[in-house]
């Protein structure tokens, strides 16, 4: 999908459906003046705030594919709604584009090619300069977070470490973002005990994928971004039950994250350093696996307590936040499919974020509501931490008791340990891993929270 610009709605081309906003209940493909329209219906035109707009331009690219519209007409000054006249024509111009973008994106590259749902251009009717500038930036944003879902949604067959390694590769080629790749070799030189104990039950060698973007003053600091990259997560010995194996091709999409949004900043040339940190690994049982009552020693030197094998995100991370540290950083976020335990506490509709600085936590909600990606905090306090002291180490990867209680906090805590050294927010994505009916979203990957993360560097930009 792309988007072209025409300067009004005479002359439209034969093929090219012309969208109208109606007060009406309907939703139709039709013919009316003698011109070929997709009639949407919007019926409380007086209720449609930031929330509902975004979902509002995805459900129109819905139901414009579902007509097999390939070609739709698109005029910004329609969609006025007396909630959003405090946003300004830009903002709103960037926010259709990204929206539009995301919502025309499927993962169907594994499909005998159906194109037949494929909205191919929309033609955007401004003269507005400002106004197209705003749309091409908006649309360079969703195709990113789009490249980031496909990759995400890969199936762990496909994406293995070493090709993730390689996808981050390709992610930055032609900017001036640097990838470097630790192999299992270099893991070990720098101690990363954490990293080599959970890759251990796999035929895959581990990675650790490095991007650095200096889009300033290398003396300025950096920001560290994260992402787990877990490309399959089998639990491991204690291996998951049931069918709660599906879709842990996922446990990548922190990584995904990381990696899409470094490679957004350099194509963007933000005036920033970020750093992507991504250690990779598959998490699978066998003879060489890392077991319960195995205790690791990390890349920090504190060692750890293997108390089930699943709980295994918290301890590659653990590595990467050690690693972190010798950027100085001036602020480090993890990215990471964690616990269920957040989408217990959360549902499906928001990440779970932890942060001991107010300031941050008031931020990342912030640029939550500015980018459609929702986030909610849960605690850090001190109290949780006698939870994760290990009963024959220093630290155990989980409540030491086994209690599964409060699963998103003791993960987050455990991480804590090992991110004292920095301003640090832990966003537990795992409720936003794939998208829900009412996202009229495409299945699979939503490619959350891209959005809020380059609005981060955006805001550090200035
Ligand atoms: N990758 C999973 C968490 C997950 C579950 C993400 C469902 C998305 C959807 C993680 O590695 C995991 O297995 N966590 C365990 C922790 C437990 C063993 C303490 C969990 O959440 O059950
Ligand atoms: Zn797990
Ligand atoms: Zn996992």
Known sequence: MKFSFIPNEKNLNKDVVLLELTPE???????????????????????????????????????????????????????????????????????????????????????????EKTLEEIFVITENLEIKKSFERGYIIGKEVNLCRDLANTPGGDITPKSLAQKAIEACK??????????????????????????????????FIIIEYWGRNKNDKPIVLAGKGVTFDSGGLNIKPGDSMNGMHLDMSGGAVAIHTVALASKMKLKINVVALVPAVENMPGGNSYRPGDILKSMSGKTIEVLNTDAEGRLILSDALTYAEKYNPELVVDIATLTGAAVVALGERASAIFTKDKELEDLFRELGE??????????????????????????????????????????????????????WVHIDMAPRMISIKSDYLAQGSTGEPLKLLFKLLEKYSK
């Open 370 to 423: 500015e980018a459609g990606e929702y986030v909610w905090p849960l605690p850090l306090w001190e109290e949780y931490e006698e939870d994760i002291k290990g009963n024959f180490a220093d630290l155990s990867n989980i409540h030491k008791s086994g209690s599964r209680w409060g699963g998103a906090i003791e993960a987050a805590i455990f991480l804590y340990q090992f991110a004292k050294k920095y301003p």
């Open 174 to 207: 032609g900017t001036e973002a640097k990838v470097t790749i630790f192999d299992e070799k270099k893991i070990k030189e720098l101690g990363m005990g954490a990293i080599l104990g959970v890759s251990r039950g796999s035929h895959e060698k581990p990675r």
């Open 25 to 115: 209940s309907i939703c139709k493909h039709t013919i009316k003046d003698n011109i070929e329209k997709l009639l949407f219906g919007i019926e409380k035109k007086d209720e449609i705030n930031q929330r509902k707009f975004f979902v509002l331009c995805r459900k129109i690219i819905q139901v414009a594919k579902s007509q097999k519209i390939k070609r739709l007409a698109i005029n910004p000054e329609y969609f006025n709604f007396p909630k959003l006249d405090n946003l300004d024509p830009k903002t709103k111009a960037q926010i259709m584009a990204e929206q539009f973008t995301i919502a025309e994106f499927e993962f169907n590259k594994f499909k005998k090619q159906s194109k």
